[in-house]
């Protein structure tokens, strides 16, 4: 089945910097990576998407890159708030419409 | 709409009791998925279901853990007898698949559960 590793699992930035996080997937069939942010005590909620007919897409602050060749994704979140403060999971569709997630990123913007 | 409805949004119970958490999934939504989270095994699938039939349930831990969707509008997971190792937070989500794409997952508050 489909195997999604996340990186790094723990990431700290001043606020107003830039945030990257990266994910790798391992079944070439996957063609939807959702991100998704999780607030302490609160469902996981998506905050983009992209699908493998582009290679980039964005939405504010917020962009996801993918590279279907090297099999990973990447999240970018420029400058960075306190209520960026979260945990972000990265995803990839397998055959029958689930998802795998990867193990999660805890990202603190500091003030 | 009111989104993924999930209850109880917290159980507390003993070691060998029957836990069942329910969900409502987002109306017209074809696919139901139940999660577990945990701090060590981060988010995983248990279980999902198309048009109320089970797909695939090779998540689901073990024996103890049975999950149903009666209709569309409906579903339970169940947990007999319950351990102290299933202690974590239950999330249901739902989505909907137009022209055979993958949708997007729209997810439940989740269940606490504390199994003492």
């Known amino acids: 089945g489909e195997n999604v590793e996340q990186h790094p699992s723990t990431l700290s930035v001043q606020e107003g910097d830039s945030a990257v996080i990266k994910c790798t997937y391992s079944?070439?069939?996957?063609?939807?990576f959702p991100w998704y942010k999780q607030e302490l005590g609160k469902r996981p909620q998506l905050i983009i998407d992209i699908r493998s007919n582009v290679g980039e897409k964005k939405d504010q602050r917020i962009a996801v890159t993918l590279n279907k060749t090297a099999k990973h994704f990447s999240l970018h979140i420029t400058e960075t708030q306190p209520e960026d403060s979260a945990v972000y999971f990265c995803a990839a569709n397998g055959p029958a419409r689930q998802l795998t997630f990867g193990s999660g990123t805890q990202l603190t913007v500091l003030p | 709409d009111a989104g993924v409805i999930q209850s109880p949004r917290h159980e507390v119970t003993e070691m060998g009791q029957e836990v069942t958490l329910r969900c409502k999934p987002i109306?017209?939504?074809?696919?139901l998925f139940w999660y577990r989270q945990t701090m060590m095994r981060g988010l995983e699938l248990l279980i999902y279901f198309n048009n109320n039939v089970p797909i695939d349930d090779s998540g689901m831990p073990e024996d103890r853990f049975s999950a149903k969707m009666p209709n569309a509008s409906f579903s339970t997971l169940k947990i007999q007898p319950s351990e102290p190792r299933d202690s974590a937070v239950y999330f249901c989500?739902?989505?909907?698949?137009?022209?055979?794409?993958?949708?997007?997952?729209?997810f439940g508050p989740g269940t606490r559960l504390t199994v003492l």
């Open positions: 079944d070439s069939a996957s063609n939807y």
């Open positions: 109306s017209g939504h074809d696919y």
């Open positions: 989500a739902s989505s909907f698949t137009s022209g055979g794409v993958t949708d997007t997952q729209y």
